[in-house]
């Protein structure tokens, strides 16, 4: 398969122009930044969203956090291991980091959908439109600047980002399709839209 391989149709050219626009302070942003996508701060996220519904009540919204957070670091290690592609070559990009994991999927991006998008589709239910607004806006943010950082820091091709997204979106959805959708109407449950209309 192509994610055995190499870089893919724009890969390549992606991360040389990246590594050439590269800045201290653009380098140093991109560091910050994914260090928050997975580790203590993603943990300590759940945790204190969790932790906020139960004493609120909302066992299944708390659930579909819980699974689909913890499922997704199942399914990022267990599609690396399938598919075993090797990082971005050092003869292609530097690597401003090393991680000694496989490339496809990138677990940050997969991560990052499966956390913004969980805590959109929880926001949304609870009734109060500038929190699910701002969970929409925070998940229209984070997704692709995490993926963005990825690629710019030469750890991953963006085949490998835009793998995460699709399984990452994948996950969440049938998630919430276990968790909240039985309390709807189906056609709703089904229709993605819903969830960012009023």
Known sequence: MWVRAGPVGPDAGTLQALEAARSPLATATAVAITKVGRGPVSIA???????????????REASLLVV?????????????????RPRPPLDLVTRITDPQSFSFPSGHALSAMVLYTSLAMVAARLGQPRLKGAA????????????????????HYPSDVIGG?????????LVYLGYL???????AALNPTSLLLP
């Open 136 to 155: 929409i806006a925070l998940a229209l943010i984070m997704i692709p600047v995490m993926g963005f950082t990825r690629v710019y820091l030469g750890v």
């Open 181 to 187: 959708a039985p309390t709807q109407k189906v056609p």
């Open 68 to 84: 689909a957070n913890l499922g997704s670091l199942v399914l990022d290690r267990s599609v690396k291991a399938i598919f075993a």
């Open 165 to 173: 997204w699709a399984l990452g979106a994948a996950w969440v959805w």
């Open 45 to 59: 996220i759940v945790f204190l969203v969790v932790a906020g519904l139960l004493v609120r009540g909302y066992w």
